[in-house]
């Protein structure tokens, strides 16, 4: 019988996500993957929260700039992503479309700001056709718009461990 796979993907600009997967990756073991695009993300908050909505309203799916080797291989995949306008990013609707997910195990992530994850995991469901999908996760991370980078060290990292190892024995 061939082995389970685990693959850890994630979206992340300002880090926070990155620290989820991290934590998630630490517990779980597996591979990480960095979602990332081809053309760099905007340095400015105001400018990414300008072209994120532009992509959303186009739904546009913005090139990638890599590929995970041998997706086929995996048999459990966590996806995270931040939260963008109460929807999930539309470089991450990029990664789910480029791969037959048929038949895999996904687990999704989210971080956001503190004002909901609106639509997003709806999105990652209906964008995985014939994936079993499980209960999610959502943690919350940075307010970029607010100045708030990446907060996910110290003493709230060791909660969002906690958060994380709670949510993988509910769903085991
Ligand atoms: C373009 C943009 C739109 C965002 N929209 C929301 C939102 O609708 N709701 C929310 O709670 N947070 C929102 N956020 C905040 C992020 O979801 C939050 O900071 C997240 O932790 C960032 O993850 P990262 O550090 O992995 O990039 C937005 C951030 C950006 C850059």
Do not use: C
């Not at 850890?8 to 990480?32: C, M, P, W």
């Not at 079993?132 to 996910?152: C, D, F, M, R, Y």
């Not at 003493?155 to 085991?172: F, G, I, M, P, R």
């Amino acid at each position: 019988m061939p082995q389970s796979k685990t693959l850890i993907a994630y979206f992340s600009r300002t880090g926070n996500t990155k620290e989820v997967a991290q934590l998630i990756h630490a517990q779980v073991g597996g591979d990480l993957f960095a979602i990332q695009t081809k053309q760099p993300l905007p340095a400015s908050f105001e400018e990414q929260k300008t072209e994120a909505q532009a992509d959303q309203d186009a739904n546009r799916r913005p090139a990638l700039a890599n590929q995970v080797p041998n997706f086929a291989e995996y048999d459990t995949i966590y996806i995270g992503t931040p939260t963008w306008d109460m929807a999930l990013p539309q470089p991450v609707a990029s990664f789910l479309t480029s791969y037959d997910l048929q038949g895999k195990t996904i687990f999704p992530f989210a971080t956001n700001a503190g004002f909901g994850t609106g639509t997003l995991f709806n999105q990652i469901k209906e964008l995985a056709p014939g994936a079993t999908v499980k209960p999610s996760l959502t943690i919350k991370g940075g307010n970029e718009g607010a100045g708030q980078k990446l907060v996910i060290t110290g003493d709230y990292q060791a909660e969002v461990n906690q958060q994380v190892s709670d949510w993988l024995t509910a769903n085991q």
